[in-house]
């Protein structure tokens, strides 16, 4: 059958004969593809188009209209049942995280996984006073924070939980604890060290992670050190941070600053 008009006999509700005049594509087996009536008369191209097929200039389609909910409410009684596609007051379709599409957005490689992809931009939240923000619990989420001019607010080597301090003194030249071990499987990094010595002997101090030395600072008669390297010192998990003066002197102090870490 050639492409043109076909009418189609119906009887309506009243058993009347009513005749409908449809499009009917050009086919040659199986049933007809009905095109849609236009207002002037004219047949459009078939309505029923196949996935994948090339798109042609002119090809028809049909409308679909959605209701306008101003508020969102369930148009349906019951599960299965055909519902209308609402949208809110500009036209705009709605959709909720209760259904298929959802309003969140999540990322796409999860936490310990193999980086991949592109990257995600993200913000943080101004504030003008770290002092005032309320603390969360441990484990929970946390939003990170940034200055009002926007630059993101980070503190050196560790969180303020982490930072560990020491102070002692010795008299013997012998080897003193100052930062206590931390723990099973926990390391102490060492940021600072400031030495004093009150005696009239010029002496060598050895800072040491539990017997091994790390590094030996000058300590001049009555006078001090200070040593601030500028990469952390990392010390050995569960060993404590000792001082060992190279003679007798009366006396030395040392005070250490440094944080703790499993890594």
């Given at each position: ?14 058993g ?9 594509e050009?086919t ?5 593809s ?6 002037d ?12 097929s ?6 028809a389609?049909?409308?679909l209209l ?34 298929s ?6 990322g796409?490689?999860?936490?310990d996984a193999s ?10 939240k101004?504030t ?5 923000i ?15 001019d926007g630059?993101?607010?980070?503190r050196?080597h560790?969180?303020?939980?982490d930072?560990v ?7 013997s ?11 099973a499987?926990?390391?102490?990094y ?10 009239a002997?010029?002496?060598t101090?050895?800072?040491k ?14 006078s001090?050190?200070?040593y ?10 569960n060993t404590?941070?000792n001082?060992?003066g190279s003679a007798?002197?009366?006396t030395?102090t ?6 703790k870490?499993?890594?």
């Amino acid at each position: 059958m050639a492409a043109g008009w076909t009418t189609l006999s119906i009887k309506d509700a009243a058993g009347n004969s009513r005749t409908m005049r449809v499009w009917a594509e050009d086919t040659t087996s199986g049933p007809y593809s009905f095109g849609q009536v236009l207002a002037d008369g004219s047949g459009s191209s078939s309505l029923s188009k196949t996935e994948d097929s090339a798109a042609v200039s002119g090809d028809a389609g049909l409308v679909l209209l959605a209701v306008r909910r101003d508020v969102a409410a369930n148009s349906v009684s019951a599960d299965g049942d055909y519902s209308t596609l609402s949208v809110d007051g500009t036209g705009q379709l709605r959709v909720t995280s209760s259904g298929s599409i959802t309003s969140s957005v999540n990322g796409d490689v999860a936490h310990d996984a193999s980086d991949s992809g592109n990257p995600v931009k993200v913000g943080w939240k101004a504030t003008t006073a770290l002092s005032g923000i309320t603390l969360v619990s441990d484990g929970d989420r946390t939003d990170g924070r940034a200055g009002v001019d926007g630059v993101q607010i980070t503190r050196p080597h560790c969180n303020l939980e982490d930072i560990v301090t020491g102070n002692a003194t010795d008299t013997s030249g012998n080897s003193t604890s100052c930062i206590a071990a931390q723990g099973a499987g926990v390391k102490t990094y060492l940021v600072s060290v400031v030495l004093c010595n009150t005696s009239a002997t010029a002496i060598t101090v050895d800072i040491k992670d539990g017997s091994t030395v790390k590094t030996s600072l000058p300590l001049p008669a009555g006078s001090g050190c200070v040593y601030n390297p500028s990469i952390p010192i990392p010390g050995t998990a569960n060993t404590a941070w000792n001082f060992d003066g190279s003679a007798a002197a009366t006396t030395v102090t040392c005070s250490m600053v440094g944080f703790k870490s499993k890594v």
